[in-house]
Nanobody
Framework: QVQLVESGGDLVQAGGSLRLSCAAS????????MGWYRQAPGKQRELVAV???????NYAYSVKGRFTISRDNAKNTVYLQMNSLKPEDTAVYYC??????????WGQGTQVTVSS
């Protein structure tokens, strides 16, 4: 089993910044993809950003240029730096990791609220 602990969600004004963190622990052999998803009220969960073990990253079009995903493999931790936040970024943000053995694990979610 892999446990994920997220932190960093908060209430922030539009234009502000937040940094989310997600630390993985437990039966980790090696992590492949580490990413962030979000789900706003009444909407489906969507990919925000993902970082793969080979170094490639992908971002949702809506966050490109504003959000940056990074990872510390030694700490099994993934970060999401969010700048120039907009009210439409308001959502519960979930961390997801995929191990090299194919297991997929989710965090409990952290609330990000951006006020206008």
């Amino acid at each position: 089993q892999v446990q994920l602990v997220e932190s960093g969600g908060d209430l922030v004004q539009a234009g502000g910044s937040l940094r989310l963190s997600c630390a993985a622990s437990g039966s980790i052999f090696a992590l492949n993809a580490m990413g962030w998803y979000r789900q706003a009220p009444g909407k489906q969960r969507e990919l925000v950003a993902v970082s793969r073990s080979g170094g490639s990253t992908n971002y949702a079009y809506s966050v490109k240029g504003r959000f940056t995903i990074s990872r510390d493999n030694a700490k099994n931790t993934v970060y999401l730096q969010m700048n120039s936040l907009k009210p439409e970024d308001t959502a519960v943000y979930y961390c997801n990791v995929v191990t090299v053995l194919g297991g997929s694990y989710w965090g409990q979610g952290t609330q990000v609220t951006v006020s206008s």
